[in-house]
């Protein structure tokens, strides 16, 4: 059982005391507890099952404007006033930092909404067994599928966020998530893919049968690919790879990034940096929403944020340090996004692959390729050529190239967004890229 | 060493009772303690804006039964969680028959010393150096317009206890010292990145005002990347440079190599062993005892000592990485590869120091050789599709070659191939052998473990570079 909001508490108001008493001008601290349980199956039998129970405490102590912090998962009182004796000494030590502070006392989230992220239901190992027999006899169906490995994970989280400005607050999550990998061989080739459900209610997952049936598909098209030339093509990317897109414009609008110069969007609010067609928002209020919260880890309220507003950049993500620095206010990003998403365009999936008579459909990405100094974006891809609005063969070892810079006024969206992860995006055509091949 | 019944309400020979009973009629599996205290200092943005300490404690608990592993970990190391572990184990495993293998080879050698390297050197005088790293980078250019410097120390603790008592323990220091700066020149920015670091303290690395040098490396791939123009795209010959571009092997065969995936023969190599897998002269190894390296471990996770591994001998596949598991499924032994990130994970067959050896060529002459192609000198990191093969990695420091003579700078691209044929593409392979600065580290199911890699100067026949360039 995942510790109760008293333990947790108790836990954090014993190290703002002593913090306090050893000197510390403010204080935060955040407790953790999560617990999960995952059994993983291979061929259609039992591989691993495994438990894990994380504790964890993190404490910042301020002096002044001097800062520092330590974190430990022993949370016997012998080893926290060691740590936090440590931690005060060595805040005194380092150097002060004009920007350093809690957050502002009118900013902190005065009421916890309840937005539906706990489900108390347990699922034993025995029906995760079920799931994952039913999910792997539809996966290894077909006599092309050589290798099934499937997982099912119940996790239950708890935490306690409380500072020394009176802030006090936490709540209990969950989550429980699928999946389904299959390997799928013929003469000419190997070929691996996936699919993935995750749900905070475990009654909202999808059904075991479903997933093992698109994992396998999936796999299967991909087999005999074939490597084309090199040339300048649209490039439509499925919806798990158009997340990595957006994500990669969220990292380049926080806060730090761009009080560090460090961003090719800095400066750029109130520019339009996207086609006008194009609308991004961060909703933290999603009930059973998979990035929702009440408040950021600074325990900053958190508003919904329109992002971008046809194609114009509104905001930054701002947390309570960078603000300061930047003149800004924190708007509770400290710590990320939430709920993330490009809004639907107007066009859908079938007239999207149909839009240019030759295209690439991208189904995965390979590497590290994105650099949000330069906006410069290179990557291992593997899909689909398309050819009027048809499927022709699968293709791999390409590389796409591009710069967001351009990449982002060149973006259209299809009208099939769905909230799988806790960042979304429909379907995504952007023109003018570099595909590398032969 | 840690005492980690010390605290605690139970003894260890207590838990050593709980370890051996839980474990009766199971083929494998071990009780692993682990403490670690780490610490981070950073500098940015002419701040230090970080200095943390971290201590975790915790145990994993693990048994294994025929193919099947349950494994359970809390940071508590009571009575009463070990023996809610023990009854998750034995719940996972209901109708367990195995014999238990006691057979754990001894070593008395170590591969560096018992040192706690966060203590030997005092928070001030790291914010010194820091401090220093800042003023001497913005005062040698004015294109200076960020500077990050930080410091990553760590020692980690571990034990084993396995059935009937047997403990095995190490002490692993290590450190690693980063310096990246970001130059501005006509609106244009670009960033260079460099780092060194291993098992030693934070002075052997940076003794005599060898942090300078870390900053100049840092500052000449910034400036170089300041006149880069952009990468070409298509197939085309490669000269890789010594050392770091290593990580071709890492990602292009290392990971295939590795036996959980050729056991369930998902990795493109499974079915090649004993066959030509690369060009003559090709010898590629997965050594964990050079001493004071970041991917060095005197006993592997599991307690089994490390060693040189011979992966491919000449162009032939050899060997491939074992844990136990693995190692008794495929009816061979453990090459001591297996490693976690820490108690909360699993074991897997993991690479430690992979290195291609030396051959005979000079870098000179493979440059000489390539009329159109790249020559890479640095990378930022690469990515595996093991079943397929594909392997990427991305270009931090390129230039292209043209007539055989180096021209002018590369924009970073990432190359592709195919890794069970790459290696058969390989034309020269170099007499410069080369250990990279010990900054690495691989990610695997979640889990990211300290790895080195190495190797000379080599030329790739064709691969594909992804630039935007037609």
């Known amino acids: 059982m995942v510790k109760d909001q008293e333990y947790l508490e108790k836990k954090a108001s014993y190290c703002l005391g002593l913090a306090k008493k050893l000197g510390a001008t403010d204080t935060s601290v955040i407790v953790k507890n999560s617990v999960s349980e995952t059994v993983n199956f291979r061929n259609k039998k039992l591989d691993e099952s495994n438990r894990s129970d994380n504790l964890g405490i993190s404490i910042t102590t301020y002096i002044g404007k001097k800062k520092s912090s330590i974190s430990s998962s022993n949370l016997l009182n012998d080893n926290l006033n060691i740590l936090i004796e440590k931690c005060v000494e060595t805040t005194k030590n380092t150097p002060e930092d004009e920007f350093n502070s809690l957050p502002d006392r009118d900013l902190l989230a005065k009421e916890v909404k309840d937005l539906n992220l706990y489900d108390d239901t347990h699922i034993e190992n025995g029906q995760k067994i079920d799931y994952l027999k039913k999910l792997e006899a539809v996966a290894s169906n077909n006599k092309k599928i050589v290798n099934t490995e499937s997982s099912f994970t119940q996790n239950k989280s708890n935490f306690v966020l409380a500072n020394s400005e009176g802030f006090c607050d936490g709540y209990k999550t969950s989550s ?50 074939k490597k084309i030339g090199s040339e300048k093509i649209p490039i439509i990317f499925d919806k798990r790879i158009a997340k990595g897109i957006l994500s990669t414009f969220a990292s380049a609008i926080s806060s730090s990034a761009i009080s560090r110069g460090t961003s090719f969007l800095k400066d750029k609010v109130n520019q339009k940096i996207f086609h006008d067609k194009i609308n991004v928002y961060d909703k933290p209020d999603m009930l059973k929403g998979l990035g929702s919260r009440n408040f950021d880890s600074e325990g900053v309220k958190t508003d919904t944020l329109k992002l971008v507003d046809q194609g114009i950049l509104k905001h930054y993500l701002i947390d309570t340090y960078n603000g300061k620095k930047l003149n800004l206010k924190s708007n509770g990003r400290c710590g990320g996004t939430s ?55 699968p293709i791999n070892e390409i590389t796409i ?26 379907t995504m055509l952007i023109e003018g890229m570099v595909v590398a091949g032969k | 060493m840690s005492n980690f019944f010390e605290k605690s309400d139970i003894s260890r020979s207590e838990a050593e009772n709980v370890v051996s009973q839980t474990l009766q009629k199971c083929d494998d599996g071990e009780l692993y303690l682990e403490n670690s205290k780490s610490e981070s200092i950073l500098l940015d943005d002419n701040k230090i804006k970080n200095s943390s300490y971290n201590s975790d404690l915790g145990f994993g608990f693990r048994a294994i039964s025929g193919e099947v592993v349950a494994y359970s970990h809390s940071n508590e190391i009571s009575k009463n969680s070990l023996k809610q572990s023990s009854e998750n184990l034995k719940s996972t495993l209901k109708s367990v028959k195995g014999t238990y293998n006691h057979e754990i080879p001894k070593s008395n050698k170590k591969y560096y010393d018992n040192i706690n390297p966060i203590e030997q050197k005092n928070l001030n005088e790291k914010i010194k150096i820091l401090n220093d790293v800042n003023n001497y980078l913005r005062s040698k250019d004015d294109k200076v317009k960020q500077v990050t410097a930080n410091f990553l120390g760590e020692q980690k603790s571990i034990e084993i206890i396995r059935s009937g008592g047997e403990t095995l323990s190490d002490v692993r220091p290590l450190v690693r010292f980063n310096v990246s700066v970001m130059l501005e020149e006509n609106g244009r920015k670009e960033t260079g990145v460099y780092g060194v670091g291993g098992r030693q303290s934070y002075d052997t690395y940076l003794k005599d005002d060898n942090w300078k040098s870390v900053c100049d490396e840092a500052l000449r791939i910034a400036s170089v990347n300041l006149e880069s123009k952009p990468a070409p795209a298509g197939e085309m010959k490669v000269v890789l440079g010594p050392g770091w571009p290593a990580i071709l092997i890492h990602e292009a065969v290392g990971h295939g190599l590795e036996g959980d995936f050729n056991r369930k023969k998902t990795s493109a190599f499974h079915n090649l062993m004993g066959q030509k897998v690369a060009s003559e002269g090709v010898t ?27 992966l491919i001998e000449n162009g032939i596949l050899k060997n491939f990485m074992q844990d136990r598991l693995n190692a008794r499924l495929m009816k061979t032994r453990s090459t001591g590869s297996g490693r976690r990130e820490n108690y909360r994970h699993i074991v897997l067959p993991r690479m430690r120091n992979t290195m291609m050896l030396s051959g005979k060529h000079t870098q000179e002459e493979m440059i000489k050789a390539v009329d159109k192609g790249i020559f890479a000198v640095s990378f930022g990191g690469g990515q595996v599709d093991i079943t397929s093969g594909k392997f990427v990695f991305n270009c931090t420091e390129a230039y292209e070659i043209v007539n055989g003579k180096i021209g002018s700078p590369i924009k970073g691209a990432t190359l592709i191939g195919d890794g069970p044929s790459i290696l058969k593409e390989v034309s020269m392979v170099g007499n410069d052998m080369m250990m990279d600065p010990g900054i690495g580290t691989c990610g695997k199911a979640g889990q990211g473990v300290p790895v080195g890699v190495a190797q000379p100067s080599i030329l790739i026949n064709k691969m594909t570079v992804g630039g935007t360039k037609l």
């Open chain 1, 176 to 225: 429980f998530t699928a999946s389904s990998v299959t390997v799928a061989k013929d003469e000419k080739s190997m070929e691996r893919d996936y699919e993935y459900t995750s749900k905070c209610f475990v009654k909202d997952l999808d059904d075991a049968d479903e997933l093992g049936k698109l994992a396998a598909n999936q796999t299967i098209r991909k087999l005999s690919p």
């Open chain 1, 401 to 426: 190239a591009g710069n967001f810079k351009d990449m982002f006024q060149n973006i259209t969206l299809a009208n099939d967004l769905e909230f799988k992860y806790a960042t979304n995006s429909p």
């Open chain 2, 284 to 310: 590629i190894v997965d050594d964990g005892t050079i001493d004071n390296r970041r991917g060095s471990l005197t006993i592997d996770d599991e307690g089994t000592p490390t060693e040189k591994t011979v």
């Open chain 1, 339 to 393: 709920n993330l998403y490009f809004d639907n365009g107007n066009i859908n999936f079938k007239d999207l692959l149909n839009s240019s008579s030759k295209c690439l459909y991208i189904t995965e990405t390979i590497g590290h390729g994105s650099n949000i100094v330069t906006g410069d974006y290179s990557v291992g891809a593997t899909g689909f050529l398309i050819e009027n609005g048809e499927f022709k063969h």
